[in-house]
């Protein structure tokens, strides 16, 4: 019997690294001193204490395997109030220097940059009202984002393929705005938060359709401290108190992993809030705990994936049907959808003795995990992938 895995090299579960809030934007502290750690959004590039030093130095040093999607905000970013601002704000195809930041971004295989607005939303005099809350009408919507996608094209090169509502907020004419914008992925629901209110009807951890367009999960907070390791910090006694109501992050993390679930891990790219607030979860306040999450990830089976990555997976575990025959085997669409040609899938075979399957005259080799033979190999629907024995 021939499957595709539920997930590339059969892991239990993706591990999607998401930071919000990649711009053009920088916050000081103070003036006329160096860029202190936390205050960069991305706008001060590879700079000593930029967002990016600091994940290098304290994370990717550490893990390299790491992938990462960050939620680009590609226009002028609003600051959190009407009466207060940001040291910089300037749309991402202002100036050289963070057009290549994005680029060095883009050209890295472990980065995806997925989209995240336009301003993030208009200041008002106590908040920041969430974009897609601020659209009146769905072409308002749809323009918007079309100006938003142009931006990053103009950039970038090409159209991003994912992204998340600002703050988790659809407004009236989100999904029907993401539907009518081609994206093929996108972040929809503070799944973390749903487990805890009363709309566990909308709760899922699995990815699942929304017309043509994917919604991924988003599961963990970077916030979420472990237990073990205690701080005089009201985060941590949000922890404390989850441990008495039995949830504790590595609990979470196992029952994702044990479902094959993916681990989706929501992070900010800065502390700063231009109304003197902090905001959390972010990568500077959970560095420690960051570090943690991803040494108990480094002990389990996962595979380190980008947005488009697992949404391009899961488009084939979802609509592609294996039809052996005595030669071998084809995949079929079982579905109306077009389907990328060439997608690596893992293809699980249940038998201990080798194999290989040759396709496009190319030959593929299998191997062993936990006793069965695994291959991954790209697809293309209704031609012959012929299967041997590899003696
Ligand atoms: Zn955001």
Redesign the pocket.
Request: aromatic share 14%; charged share 30%.
């Given at each position: 019997m021939i499957e595709i895995s539920k997930w590339k090299f059969n892991s239990n579960s993706p591990v999607m690294f998401m930071i919000?809030?990649i711009a053009n934007v920088s916050i000081k502290n103070k003036i006329n001193t160096d860029l202190q750690i936390g205050e960069d959004w991305g706008q001060y590039g590879t700079d000593e204490n930029s967002m990016w030093d600091f994940l290098n130095k304290n994370l990717y040093i550490l893990y390299p395997h790491i992938k990462t999607t960050f939620?680009l905000v590609t226009d002028k970013r609003s600051p959190q109030t009407s009466t207060t601002k940001y040291s910089y704000s300037e749309a991402i195809d202002k100036d050289e220097k963070f057009i290549n930041f994005l680029n060095l971004l883009h050209n890295n295989k472990n980065i995806e940059l997925a989209y995240?607005g336009t301003t993030?939303g208009i200041a008002e005099l106590t908040n920041l009202k969430q974009e897609w809350n601020t659209y009146k009408s769905l072409d308002h919507a749809i323009e918007t984002i079309e100006y938003g996608k142009e931006l990053y094209k103009k950039v970038l090169g090409k159209y991003p393929l994912g992204g998340k509502y600002?703050?988790y907020e659809k407004g009236n004419y989100g999904d029907s705005s993401i539907n009518k914008t081609n994206f093929l992925w996108w972040c929809r629901d503070w799944d973390a938060e749903l487990e805890s209110n009363k709309n566990k009807n909308d709760l899922s951890y699995e990815l699942e359709y929304f017309n043509n367009t994917i919604d991924i999960p988003s599961n963990v907070d970077g916030s979420f401290l472990s237990i073990y390791k205690p701080q005089f910090s009201k985060k941590y006694l949000r922890t404390v108190y989850k441990y008495f109501k039995k949830n504790t992050l590595e609990k979470q993390i196992d029952a994702l992993y044990n479902a094959k679930q993916i681990i989706s891990i929501q992070e900010h790219s800065s502390p700063y809030r231009t109304d003197g607030k902090i905001q959390y979860p972010n990568i500077v306040s959970d560095i420690k705990n960051l570090q943690y999450i991803f040494k108990l990830l480094n002990k389990l089976d996962v595979w380190y994936a980008t947005g488009t990555e697992i949404a391009e997976y899961f488009e084939i575990f979802k609509n592609i049907v294996i039809k052996e025959n005595p030669k071998g085997f084809k995949f079929l669409n079982n579905s109306e959808k077009i389907i990328k040609k060439g997608t690596i899938v893992t293809i699980i075979f249940h038998q201990t003795s080798k194999i290989k399957v040759e396709v496009e005259n190319k030959i593929y080799n299998s191997y062993e995990k936990n006793n069965i033979q695994l291959v991954n190999i790209p697809v293309y629907t209704n031609i012959l992938y012929k299967v041997f024995k590899n003696e």
């Open positions: 919000d809030d939620f995240h993030h600002c703050g």
